[in-house]
């Protein structure tokens, strides 16, 4: 039996270093399109004001890209070294992915990215716009194998046991990649980067702006990031409700835990606002409560039911007595693979295993099981729901804060007149953490949401870790915090630096506070035009 | 002749294209809003900077005329 310390700390240790990550990795993906989107402006109206801006970009790009490098090798060999049982249980399906994944980050993107950063004397313009786009379709292709991987984590679609081998094998490829969940976490993830971008690039071009420096670049940088993020928040919240669909069908339990649902309601249902979830008593407190919204949301339906959590306790207990069976059956295969009796019993209940698995952490002779124990299993079957419940509330908060500010955005940067905007300038400042806090929420949501399991339904957190002793885990769970923490330093070091000492412009020589107002020849300079078209 | 054979293989690469479109849309229906939404962001988002350099020709009176710089 793993100690429960042991996979406390080491799912700890996966958290945060996954959570490090990708504080990393949304801006890679985004910012990538956003190069894309610039350089192909440069490129089709031969402007070099748009290749200062791809350039500039470009390098804060490059710093993010390393440190995301960086901190993603670690959990690759996180799995091996501290999910071991997990590794050796699904590797066959998981495995796949992850190759892929890696040969998409380090040969396909990092291949293109040193071609962009290196590439803009050497190849023609044609052939290095050709290089950004697919430095941009490769980091998101790697996003897609990882997210493919973790997909069948959420829904272990594509897949079946084999009680020979004792493990995982795939049985289809375009199942596990065309799974529902999948799709939508891939699309959800992969624009959520693209907000996030467009949030720092506005965040950065207000901060030239209201220092009146680099007007043309800040004024163009911005324009395209609003742009790019009022149309990709909108596409993040259309994939969050796909998301809330599939989570309906496939997790359940995650759902209830998102929405604070113990027990089902008449439809339609209404939506908990605001709730404090109280899990050992299976209630709400101070609930807030919209009228129907939830049979809306969840089910598209005002006449769509959703499960609440004693009704799915109530299911994991039928499971779980299902699944003992299974578990037992497995035992007598182990000990004789050529069982017949045990394989038939095997296949009569294999749709409940992982059930059987969850109980033994309470029972480890599943011939002496009680009722006491199937209960405390079943209840160890509901994710934490508090800490779900707010993380989504909080996601979903940013995100619509982030609607609010790019529609904003948009609409002064279309009237152009954004640069006369010091308030909204200032709020573009104070918006650059909010889609990384976002992101994060997004991860715990997903996460959080799939315990008490690594593959929903199949496999148990509990069984899942290496057998580490306590102390190993302690000190590499610090020595990873430290490192990451360090990365995060330097990220920021390097970002601060290179935004302070701004692009370098052929064209636009930047208006300083300190110097003339500059004019043209013949006229004063409108304030639109300030900074941006200035007489050599 | 020429024009004629490239017209046909565009056509072929069309065609080609829609099959695809018309597979990935059936099988990968969100990867399919996916390449296509992405493409229509990143080119609403280029051609927004373009219409910013229309406004500010516009608001130098319409003569600004622009070297490979932006500049007048």
Known sequence: MINGTVVDLSRIQFAATAL??????????????????????????????????????????????????????????????NWSFYSSFVGDIFGAPLAIEGLMAFFMESTFIGLMVFGWERLSKGQHLAVTWLVALGSNLSALWILVANGFMQDPVGAAFDPVTMRMQLT???????????????????????????????????????????????????????????????????????????????????????????????????????????QAKHENRFEVQLPDLLSLLVTHSLTGRVRGIDALEGQAERKIENGIPAVQALEALSRDPKDAAALAQFDAHRSDLGYGFLVQRYAPDLSKVTPAQVSEAARDSIPPVAAVF??????????????????????????????????????????????????????????????PW??????????SASTHSVTYMAFSLIGFIALYSIFIVIEMYLMVRAIRVGPSEHGDPGVHPAQPRPVLVGRPVPAAAHGTRLED | MRTFLHFILFMVVAAVVIVLAAILGNVGAWYFAWLVGTTMIVLISAASAALLDAQEEQALGGSGVFDSHGQT
Do not use: C
């Not at chain 1, 350089?39 to 993010?64: C, H, P």
């Not at chain 1, 690594?454 to 069984?463: A, D, E, I, K, R």
């Open chain 1, 20 to 81: 490090y990550h990708f504080l990393f990795v949304p801006l890679t993906l985004g910012l990538s399109f956003l190069l894309a989107a610039m350089e192909t402006v440069y490129v089709t109206t031969g402007r070099s004001i748009y290749k200062d801006m791809a350039q500039f970009w470009g390098k804060l790009l490059m710093i993010n890209f390393a440190l995301g490098v960086a901190t993603g090798l670690t959990m690759e060999f996180q799995f091996g070294t």
């Open chain 1, 172 to 278: 289809s490829f375009p199942k596990l990649i065309f799974s529902p969940d999948v799709q939508s976490k891939f699309v959800h993830t992969s624009i959520a980067g693209y907000v996030t971008a467009a949030i720092f690039v506005t965040g950065v071009s207000a901060f030239y702006m209201l220092r009146r420096r680099h007007m043309a670049l800040a004024k163009r940088s911005f324009r395209m990031a609003a742009l790019f993020g009022v149309l990709a928040t909108m596409g993040v919240i259309t994939l969050g409700d796909a998301l809330g669909f599939v989570a309906a069908s496939v997790q359940p339990t995650k759902l209830a835990a998102m929405e604070g649902l113990w027990k089902a309601e008449a439809a339609p249902m209404p939506f908990n606002l605001i709730a404090f979830p109280d």
């Open chain 1, 454 to 463: 690594t593959v929903f339904g199949v496999l148990p957190t509990w069984m």
């Open chain 1, 390 to 451: 707010w993380s989504f509330r909080l996601m979903v908060a940013f995100g619509l804060l982030m609607l609010a500010f790019f529609g904003l955005a948009a609409l002064y940067t279309l009237r152009n007149s954004v640069q006369e905007q010091t308030w909204l300038l200032k709020a573009a400042l104070w918006m650059i953490p909010v889609p990384f806090l976002a992101d994060e929420a997004g991860w715990l949501v997903a996460e959080l949401g799939r315990q």
